[in-house]
T-cell receptor, first 114, second 114 residues
Framework: GNSVTQMEGPVTLSEEAFLTINCTYTATGYPSLFWYVQYPGEGLQLLLKATKADDKGSNKGFEATYRKETTSFHLEKGSVQVSDSAVYFCALMRGGGSNYKLTFGKGTLLTVNP | GAGVSQSPRYKVAKRGQDVALRCDPISGHVSLFWYQQALGQGPEFLTYFQNEAQLDKSGLPSDRFFAERPEGSVSTLKIQRTQQEDSAVYLC????????????FGSGTRLTVV
């Protein structure tokens, strides 16, 4: 079946540090890939997505590239801010027919200190 | 409304009690999803509606769980004879175009069964 494995947290960084959160997936066919972010006390928000191999999703300084050869979709940001502190979830959507459910990883808690 | 609204925000139920969780999606959003998020885990799919039709209920963990969306807008997730393992955050998400994967999530209902 479909599954997503992401980097165990928590991750603690200083402001302006470089961020990488690893995500790999297992799925049949060609899934769409997503990163969602959950700020404290809020619902999950779509951060970025990529729908086919070699696509790069980007938003708010975050980037992730859909790598089919390594089945990966690692999240990166060149310089994190305190306001980036949140839980980050990698997810896939298998798609096809009416199958639009998301399969999520366990989440990675990021804390950025000033 | 501007976002997906869920109520109540918190619910404490005694074991064996029935509970009903409400979701008000964004007006006009055709697709509606329910997810269950246990502590420290990623959300797990429960069920999916397109308008009033329940197209996928494969994630419902037992026949004690029931969801409905009778008029294609508000949805209710009902759990009968609650058990301790039902304790989790229940998330609702809606989407105008489910195939694009960009869902809007509510803040969730935290259910604690004592």
């Amino acid at each position: 079946g479909n599954s997503v494995t992401q980097m165990e947290g928590p991750v603690t960084l200083s402001e302006e540090a470089f961020l990488t959160i690893n995500c790999t997936y297992t799925a049949t066919g060609y899934p769409s890939l997503f990163w969602y972010v959950q700020y404290p006390g809020e619902g999950l928000q779509l951060l970025l997505k990529a729908t086919k191999a070699d696509d790069k999703g980007s938003n708010k300084g975050f980037e992730a590239t859909y790598r089919k050869e390594t089945t990966s979709f690692h999240l990166e940001k060149g310089s994190v801010q305190v306001s980036d502190s949140a839980v980050y979830f990698c997810a896939l959507m298998r798609g096809g027919g009416s199958n639009y459910k998301l399969t999520f990883g366990k989440g990675t808690l990021l804390t950025v200190n000033p | 409304g501007a976002g997906v609204s869920q109520s109540p925000r918190y619910k404490v139920a005694k074991r064996g009690q029935d509970v009903a969780l409400r979701c008000d999606p964004i007006s006009g959003h055709v697709s509606l999803f329910w997810y269950q998020q246990a502590l420290g885990q990623g959300p797990e799919f429960l069920t999916y509606f397109q308008n009033e039709a329940q197209l996928d209920k494969s994630g419902l963990p037992s026949d004690r769980f029931f969801a409905e969306r009778p008029e294609g807008s508000v949805s209710t997730l009902k759990i009968q004879r609650t058990q301790q393992e039902d304790s989790a955050v229940y998330l609702c998400a809606s989407s105008l175009d489910a195939a694009a994967g960009g869902y809007t999530f509510g803040s969730g209902t935290r259910l604690t069964v004592v």
